[in-house]
T-cell receptor, first 114, second 111 residues
């Protein structure tokens, strides 16, 4: 009964490169959330997806960031042309439903932009 | 807008003592709250939750108290152990689709 799986655990990218972060939700969970965490800070909501649909992307930067959750396969958070300010831990969470269900978080991907 | 904050950013307690971590929330419409524990290098881990129709809920060694009048949430940890050292976050939801997290409190357990 695997939990939320994120990979890679650590990702180093040079400025201007693309970063792809993957998240496989828990079995039976169809709701996926992405959060960003800067060092010594709380988690900031980025985007909420269900299969093949973006439900809420109010926390996503308008440019360079995108997310998808295809019918088959993991959810992908994509950051194009990374900058140093993108360095952070990115956490994915999944749930059975929205709002009144708690999340299960993955272990995160730590992105470092050099 | 919605916001969740914590009164104490750091808390040091002696092993065996009780810990109390506080959280203030600003959205009176929030109806579901969760406390998470995050250890270094790991993702947040669910500890305990409470819905707005309750004012207290107990788990194993942990108790969450909700005071809707002053919009205050607290987490009490009994007989704090070294393994309790972590950052603790409160999170609130108001029938929305995502949780709003506070900035976190770091709990350090002293031997």
């Amino acid at each position: 009964n695997a939990g939320v799986m994120q990979n890679p655990r650590h990702l180093v990218r040079r400025r201007g490169q693309e970063a792809r972060l993957r998240c496989s939700p828990m079995k039976g969970h169809s709701h996926v959330y992405w959060y960003r965490q800067l060092p010594e800070e709380g988690l900031k909501f980025m985007v909420y997806l269900q299969k093949e649909n973006i439900i809420d992307e109010s926390g996503m930067p308008k440019e360079r960031f995108s997310a998808e959750f295809p019918k088959e396969g993991p959810s992908i958070l994509r950051i194009q042309q990374v900058v140093r300010g993108d360095s952070a831990a990115y956490f994915c969470a999944s749930s059975q439903g929205a709002g009144t269900y708690g999340y299960t978080f993955g272990s995160g991907t730590r992105l470092t932009v050099v | 807008g919605e916001s969740v904050g914590l009164h104490l950013p750091t808390l040091s307690v002696q092993e065996g003592d009780n810990s109390i971590i506080n959280c203030a929330y600003s959205n009176s419409a929030s109806d579901y709250f969760i406390w998470y524990k995050q250890e270094s290098g790991k993702g947040p881990q669910f500890i305990i939750d409470i819905r707005s129709n309750m004012d207290k809920r107990q788990g194993q060694r942990v108790t969450v108290l909700l005071n809707k009048t002053v919009k205050h949430l607290s987490l009490q940890i009994a007989a704090t152990q070294p393994g309790d050292s972590a950052v603790y976050f409160c999170a609130e939801n108001n029938y929305g689709q995502n949780f709003v997290f506070g900035p976190g409190t770091r709990l350090s357990v002293l031997p």
